[in-house]
């Protein structure tokens, strides 16, 4: 069955330092999303992507955040200059539809680590 | 704003024994509701999409009803294994939006005695 894919598993970097969180996605999917969860918190949602662009973005998702999909395979979350409290578990998910009708596939994850 | 509850946050059963988990939301205009299994340090992992429309879900041993006037979706495990031992969660779309983010619950801990 095909998946959604994440590199790497696990980052541990340097606070100030950038990171960049690879996803490779269902390749029929159009609807792409990164997601995170806080060690003992709930997964929340950052930002959704569809047709080359942001559709939507929560208020975690401020200017030190960006998404891109370079070509038409991945799709990356870049954090420009990381700080503690970004140290968390980072989902990738795609969909076919806008979730009307068919669920959200996600990644097993990345876990970032800031020190 | 949609919030969604998960109850009970932990559960401990014997091998055998069938279970529900349970989901409710505030806000019963909903697309459908989604449960996933989260194993330790792992990703999310669908198992099965309830419509608006729909009443129940079946997937195996798993069973998803939902009553989108009540404000509630539960699980049901029947005869549990050691196997079923991960976190459930439970997510709605988040209705109207620019696109459907989900809106997770908190989840439900199960732990399956052998």
């Known amino acids: 069955e095909p998946e959604v894919t994440q590199t790497p598993s696990h980052q541990v970097t340097q606070m100030g330092q950038e990171v960049i969180l690879r996803c490779v996605p269902i390749?029929?999917?159009?609807?792409f999303y990164w997601y995170r969860q806080i060690l003992g918190q709930k997964v929340e949602f950052l930002v959704s992507?569809?047709?080359?662009?942001?559709?939507?973005k929560s208020e975690i998702f401020d200017d030190q955040f960006s998404v891109e999909r370079p070509d038409g395979s991945n799709f990356t979350l870049k954090i420009r200059s990381t700080k503690l409290e970004d140290s968390a578990m980072y989902f990738c998910?795609?969909?076919?539809?806008?979730?009307?009708?068919?669920?959200?596939?996600f990644g097993d994850g990345t876990r970032l680590s800031i020190l | 704003k949609q919030e969604v509850t998960q109850i009970p946050a932990a559960l401990s059963v014997p091998e055998g024994e069938n279970l529900v988990l349970n989901c409710s939301f505030t806000?019963?205009?909903?697309?459908?509701l989604q449960w996933f299994r989260q194993d330790p340090g792992k990703g999310l992992t669908s198992l099965l999409l309830i419509q608006s429309s729909q009443r129940e879900q079946t997937s195996g041993r798993l069973n998803a009803s939902l009553d989108k006037s009540s404000g509630r979706s539960t699980l049901y495990i029947a005869a549990s294994q050691p196997g079923d031992s991960a976190t459930y969660l439970c997510?709605?779309?988040?209705?109207?939006?620019?696109?459907?983010?989900?809106?997770f619950g908190t989840g439900t801990l199960l732990a399956v005695q052998p």
């Open positions: 997510a709605v779309p988040n209705y109207g939006g620019a696109t459907n983010k989900l809106i």
């Open positions: 992507f569809y047709n080359n662009e942001i559709s939507e």
């Open positions: 390749s029929n999917h159009l609807y």
């Open positions: 998910a795609s969909s076919e539809d806008r979730g009307l009708n068919q669920p959200q596939h």
């Open positions: 806000d019963s205009a909903i697309y459908n």
